[in-house]
């Protein structure tokens, strides 16, 4: 079992930015592919940004050129960097690991994360 704890979140005007972070407790954290997650009220959570073990990153079109994912494997920690928020990206953020993505690749979505933290709440207002 991997435990993730995510911080970072906020309430902040639009136009600001916030970084989330992600601290895992596995020692193989660093061959794990990465994922950070939103969902808001009555849907499924959605996958916005991967980083593979190598740091191939893939985004979500939508916050492609404001979000930036990243990992620093010597503290076993994941980040969100989130630049120019809107009042879109209002949602409870999750960070997820994928502990086989030799076998089914780091792909954005939530089905082949096998470990979830408990969320963050970001909230953007306009």
């Known amino acids: 079992q991997v435990h993730l704890a995510e911080s970072g979140g906020g309430s902040v005007q639009a136009g600001a930015s916030l970084r989330l972070s992600c601290v895992a407790d596995?020692?193989?954290?660093?061959?794990?592919?990465m994922g950070w997650f939103r969902r808001t009220s009555g849907k499924e959570r959605l996958g916005i940004a991967t980083?593979?073990?190598?740091?191939?990153?893939n985004y979500l079109d939508s916050v492609k050129g404001r979000f930036t994912i990243s990992r620093d494997t010597a503290k076993n920690t994941l980040y969100l960097q989130m630049d120019s928020l809107k009042p879109e990206d209002s949602a409870m953020y999750y960070c997820?690991?994928?502990?086989?993505?030799?076998?089914?690749?780091?792909?954005?979505?939530?089905?082949?994360?096998?470990?979830w933290g408990q969320g963050t709440q970001v909230t953007v207002s306009s």
């Open positions: 596995a020692s193989t954290y660093s061959r794990y592919c």
């Open positions: 997820a690991a994928n502990r086989v993505p030799e076998i089914v690749g780091c792909q954005m979505s939530y089905e082949y994360f096998n470990y």
């Open positions: 980083i593979d073990t190598d740091g191939t990153t």
